[in-house]
């Protein structure tokens, strides 16, 4: 007889398996974390300032000077994690202590641009009332003269049997809404801003 052929040979070659998609590449945390840090260090000052009896003094400077300490801390975590350099591991943990300083003053100017943004939006849409200022100043004419031709059409008129009153609305993108409530026929305004205008809607 002939030799004997295995029908399974005992060694099979597979083909190479196909490199996983979606999260093959590696979390580019060198490029996020320097934007990472100074938000949780602020957040954590915060965090801080809330759990903690706050003592009497410059709250914002004391905020800032936790979020100091605690970003200096998420700095050398940072430091140690993603950099093997002196130098890198220094520059993260200078960047650790500057950051909150440096987006505590960056957002101020920001914060006034978009406003300034905003109320050229509103000038070129035609609305009657595109500041704060400009509302108060038309809620404080309005009891002296026509409340809807300076501000608008009313969000809310409340009638009772004494009169009526109607409630003007100024919407704020970057704050609280305001109200102006005149009471028609009695020459009288009030101008609520803040918190108190959002609980009374």
Not at 85 to 112: C, D, F, M, T
Request: hydrophobic share 55%.
């Amino acid at each position: 007889m002939g030799d004997v052929v295995p029908l399974i040979p005992e060694r099979v070659e597979l083909p190479p398996r196909p490199a996983p998609r979606g999260f093959a590449r590696p979390f580019p945390w060198p490029w996020l974390a320097p934007l990472l840090l100074p938000a949780a260090a602020l957040g954590g000052a915060a965090a801080l300032a809330r759990w903690l009896d706050a003592p009497p003094g410059d709250a914002v400077t004391r905020w800032l000077w936790a979020a100091t300490g605690i970003g200096a801390l998420l700095g050398a975590v940072a430091a140690l994690a993603l950099s093997r350099r002196a130098l890198g591991r220094a520059a993260w943990l200078a960047w650790a202590a500057v950051a909150p300083w440096a987006v505590a003053n960056a957002v101020p100017p920001a914060v006034s641009a978009v406003g300034s943004a905003i109320e050229v939006g509103c000038r070129v849409g035609g609305r009657p009332v595109c500041s704060l200022d400009e509302f108060g100043r038309r809620c404080r004419a309005a009891a002296r003269g026509d409340a809807r031709a300076l501000l608008g059409a009313p969000a809310q008129v409340l009638c009772a049997a004494g009169g009526c009153t109607e409630r003007f609305l100024f919407r704020q993108p970057l704050a609280p809404d305001a109200i102006c409530s005149v009471v028609v026929g009695e020459r009288s305004a009030l101008l609520i801003t803040g918190e108190s205008a959002a609980g009374r809607r």
